[in-house]
């Protein structure tokens, strides 16, 4: 579900849940790397509470956050939402994405995406399992 950045890792004992999970390469040449689920999000009801669901360890921090435009058929624009630590293995989160959505206009498409910040230029993995978009 996630765009080109991101290889899907199989058969790995390191694996949060199941037999897989995807990983990212943070090359030591790059302070950010950005990512994105490559599905848009259409959510419709204003309404709903909107959560982030995901399972990650991270080399490195990692900032998620929110690319729709303020009005439908404006500009796309990229506004992060929460950045993570760096970690030494899965932690479970859960991310509210109501204020940024609201901050959207409630915009009923939009797209999530993830940054890995490198400010110390390492060579770094980002792991990512059991994402949903939850809507209550």
Same mark, same amino acid.
């Given at each position: 579900?996630?765009?080109?950045?991101?290889?899907?890792?199989?058969?790995?004992?390191?694996?949060?849940?199941?037999?897989?999970?995807?990983?990212?390469?943070?090359?030591?040449?790059?302070?950010?790397?950005?990512?994105?689920?490559?599905?848009?999000?259409?959510?419709?009801?204003?309404?709903?509470?909107?959560?982030?669901?995901?399972?990650?360890?991270?080399?490195?921090?990692?900032?998620?956050?929110?690319?729709?435009?303020?009005?439908?058929?404006? !500009?796309?624009?990229?506004?992060?939402?929460?950045?993570?630590?760096?970690?030494?293995?899965?932690?479970?989160?859960?991310? !509210?994405?109501?204020?940024?959505?609201?901050?959207?206009?409630?915009?009923?498409?939009?797209?999530?995406?993830? !940054?890995?910040?490198?400010?110390?230029?390492?060579?770094?993995?980002?792991?990512?399992?059991?994402?949903?978009?939850?809507?209550?």
């Amino acid at each position: 579900i996630f765009d080109t950045m991101m290889r899907r890792e199989v058969n790995d004992n390191n694996a949060c849940s199941g037999q897989g999970y995807g990983v990212v390469e943070v090359p030591s040449t790059k302070t950010e790397q950005m990512f994105y689920i490559s599905e848009r999000f259409e959510v419709d009801d204003p309404t709903k509470y909107l959560y982030l669901e995901l399972d990650y360890w991270s080399d490195v921090r990692l900032t998620i956050g929110m690319e729709s435009a303020f009005n439908i058929g404006g !500009n796309n624009v990229t506004v992060p939402e929460m950045t993570m630590y760096d970690n030494d293995g899965w932690t479970k989160m859960y991310i !509210n994405l109501g204020g940024i959505w609201s901050h959207f206009n409630h915009n009923p498409n939009f797209r999530i995406y993830f !940054n890995a910040l490198n400010p110390e230029k390492k060579d770094a993995k980002v792991r990512i399992d059991n994402v949903k978009l939850i809507t209550i």
